[in-house]
């Protein structure tokens, strides 16, 4: 596959996790519940997360670039994914969805730079 091909496909996962937190947060931020359709595709990454050895290496990198960035230790995912299950969302949480919604869109912006060659 050319390294074109390789960033494509990885732009699209991260837009599309990019998409699904702000889903997410767009639902929990204007009051409402989040249905299992917001619900489960972040559960999924942060799972996906939480098991390091066996993730894809892009969520591998998207985890310790977050972990760096906020500054989240390992068990705060399985909390964050507990909330999340149980609809029970504390400001922390919010918090640390808005802090991985940020970096999606950076990471997202500069996969873009690398497929237009810049």
Avoid: C, F
Wanted: net charge negative; glycine share 4%.
């Amino acid at each position: 596959m050319s390294e074109t091909g390789i960033y494509a496909g990885s732009y699209q996962h991260v837009r599309n996790y990019a998409r699904s937190v702000d889903r997410l947060l767009l639902d929990l931020n204007s009051g409402t519940s989040p249905t299992e359709e917001a619900v489960a595709p972040v559960v999924s990454l942060l799972e996906a997360m939480q098991d390091e050895k066996t993730a894809a290496p892009s969520i591998q990198l998207l985890e310790i670039r977050w972990k760096q960035r906020a500054s989240i230790p390992a068990s705060r995912l399985a909390e964050i994914v507990s909330e999340l299950r149980t609809q029970q969302i504390s400001p922390r949480t919010l918090d640390d969805l808005e802090d991985l919604a940020s970096l999606l869109d950076q990471e997202r912006a500069d996969m873009r730079l690398k497929l237009r060659g810049v």
